[in-house]
C-alpha cells in the first residue's frame, strides 16, 4: 500500500517548511526508518524518516520550495503499484524580474546612449533541485548568495559551508545613467576651503536569519502579550553534586554521565505533578490543564537556540533523561532534528550554568505557563547554624505568566524544585 510522506508539524506554532534537500531520488529504494529527507523550519533543520520500505515513486515538493504542515511532499509505493492522486511535482521557478524602465526624455536636453562597461554575467551551475547543506544553506542566506550559481563539491554535487565561503560573486555594474548636454555655467569665483571631520561611516546592518527572525518575533510577542513575574531562590547543591558523582561512577561503563541540568529536569517534572497550574496554557478560550508533562530545554546552536523536548518526563527515570537529552542535544547541534524532538512542551527550563552567570531571567515560551531559568552552581559563603560556611550555591529565577499563576503558587513551585534538589535522593527513589 502507497505511504504518503507529509509535511512535520515541529512545534505548536508551526504552519510551513521548507524544503531543504531530498536525500532520496525519484526510483530510489528505501528502507523503514531511513532519512528521506531534510526540512527547515523557522529555527532548525530537521530529517523525516520514511515510515515504510518501498521505493520512493514521486516527490511532490522540491528542494527550495515551502509546504504547509500536513500536505503531502512524496509517496513511497511498491515498483509497479499505482498510486492515484499523485500530482506532477513542478521544480520552484525563479521570479522574473521587470525590465527596466528606458530612459525618457523630458524636451529640455537630448540624452546620449554611452555604452555600458562590460559585465561579467553569473553561470548559473544548479538547474533545478539545488542539494546543498543546511548549514551551507544558512550562510548563503546570511550573505544574500543565490546557491544556482555556486559549485558544490560534496558528494552528489552537494553545496557545502566550504563552497559557500569560497564563493566570489561576480563585479556589479554600476547603474549608467545617459549623459546629458546642458550648457556650460557661468565661471564662479574659488570657494573658501573649509576644514571639517571627515563623515562617518554608517553601520551596515546584517541581515537577519530565519533563526533569528523567529526568535525575535516569539519573544517581542512573549513580552507583550504575558504579564510576567519573577521569584528568585538559592539552592545548596552539595548533595546533588555528590549523588551525582556517584551516579556517573556506576554508569561509566555505559558511557552515560548525568548533568546537573538532567537533575533539575527531573525534579521540574516532579514538581508540575504537584502544581497542575504551572502544566497548564493559556488559550483565547480559556487554561488548559496538561494531563502530560513535557519539559523542554533551551539549547544553542549555531545561530542562535532552540528548544529540545523531552516526553512524558514525570516517568522517566534520572538515567533515561540523561540519555535522552544528550541524543536531543547531539541532534539539534548537528541539524539532524526529528519529527517530535522540538515543541509540544509544558515546561521549559533555560540553564545557562556553563557560563558562568550568578543569575538571569528568561523570557516565558508560550504557551506554557513559566521558565525557569537556571545559573552556575558555585562555591559561597552562608550562613548555617550562626556560623559563615562555604556551600556550593545555584540560584533559579522562575518566570511566572500571571494570567495562569500567582506569585504565591509559583513561590511554593520553584520551592518544591528547591527541596528536590536539596534532597537530591528523592530524585532516583
Do not use: C, F, N, W
Given at each position: 500500500m502507497a505511504t504518503q510522506i507529509t509535511m512535520p508539524q515541529m512545534g505548536f506554532d508551526m504552519t510551513e517548511g521548507t524544503i531543504a534537500a531530498w536525500l532520496k531520488?525519484?526510483?530510489?529504494?528505501?528502507?523503514?526508518?531511513?532519512?528521506?529527507?531534510?526540512?527547515?523550519t523557522d529555527k532548525t533543520t530537521i530529517q523525516i524518516e520514511s515510515f515504510s520500505s518501498g521505493v520512493l515513486r514521486k516527490i511532490l515538493a522540491q528542494a527550495g520550495q515551502k509546504v504547509p504542515v500536513g500536505q503531502v511532499i512524496g509517496i513511497i509505493a511498491a515498483p509497479d503499484e499505482p498510486i492515484e492522486g499523485a500530482q506532477p511535482s513542478v521544480p520552484p521557478q525563479p521570479e522574473s524580474q521587470p525590465a527596466p524602465d528606458a530612459p525618457k526624455s523630458n524636451g529640455a536636453a537630448q540624452a546620449e546612449p554611452r555604452t555600458p562597461p562590460a559585465v561579467v554575467a553569473p553561470q548559473v551551475v544548479n538547474e533545478g533541485r539545488i542539494i546543498a547543506t543546511p548549514v551551507a544553506r544558512r550562510l548563503a542566506e546570511e550573505r544574500?548568495?543565490?546557491?544556482?550559481?555556486?559549485?558544490?563539491?560534496?558528494?552528489?554535487g552537494r553545496i557545502t559551508k566550504a563552497d559557500v565561503e569560497a564563493f566570489v560573486p561576480p563585479p556589479k555594474s554600476e547603474p549608467v545613467s545617459p549623459v546629458v548636454k546642458t550648457p556650460e555655467p557661468a565661471p564662479q569665483p574659488a570657494p573658501v576651503t573649509q576644514v571639517s571631520a571627515p563623515p562617518v561611516a554608517a553601520g551596515v546592518a546584517q541581515p537577519l536569519t530565519r533563526m533569528r527572525q523567529t526568535i525575535a518575533a516569539r519573544m517581542v510577542a512573549?513580552?507583550?502579550?504575558?504579564?510576567h513575574f519573577y521569584i528568585t531562590v538559592a539552592v545548596e547543591m552539595d548533595a546533588a553534586l555528590a549523588l551525582r558523582a556517584q551516579i556517573n561512577e556506576s554508569l561509566k561503563p555505559e558511557g552515560i554521565k548525568v548533568s546537573v541540568n538532567d537533575m533539575v529536569i527531573r525534579a521540574v517534572a516532579l514538581a508540575l505533578r504537584r502544581f497542575p497550574n504551572m502544566n497548564a496554557a493559556f488559550t483565547p478560550e480559556g487554561i488548559e490543564r496538561r494531563d502530560d508533562v513535557h519539559v523542554a530545554s533551551a539549547v544553542t546552536v549555531e545561530g542562535g537556540l532552540v528548544t529540545v523536548t523531552v516526553r512524558d518526563t514525570d516517568k522517566?527515570?534520572?538515567k533515561q533523561i540523561s540519555q535522552e537529552m544528550a541524543a536531543l542535544v547531539e541532534r539539534a547541534r548537528s541539524n539532524?532534528?526529528?519529527p517530535g524532538d522540538t515543541g509540544g512542551q509544558t515546561f521549559t527550563i533555560s540553564n545557562l550554568g556553563m557560563y558562568n552567570v550568578e543569575n538571569f531571567i528568561a523570557i516565558v515560551n508560550q504557551p506554557d505557563a513559566g521558565i525557569l531559568a537556571v545559573a552556575t552552581a558555585m562555591p559561597t559563603p552562608v550562613v548555617r547554624d550562626g556560623e559563615i560556611v562555604i556551600r556550593t550555591m545555584m540560584n533559579m529565577t522562575l518566570s511566572g505568566d500571571?494570567?495562569?499563576?500567582d506569585g504565591a503558587e509559583g513561590a511554593q513551585f520553584i520551592n518544591e524544585i528547591k527541596r528536590l534538589l536539596e534532597n537530591p535522593w528523592s530524585l532516583v527513589l
Open positions: 531520488k525519484e526510483g530510489d529504494p528505501v528502507a523503514k526508518g531511513e532519512p528521506i529527507a531534510e526540512i527547515e544574500g548568495i543565490d546557491l544556482r550559481y555556486v559549485k558544490g563539491t560534496g558528494p552528489d512573549s513580552k507583550q502579550q504575558v504579564p522517566k527515570t534520572l539532524k532534528m526529528q500571571h494570567r495562569l499563576t
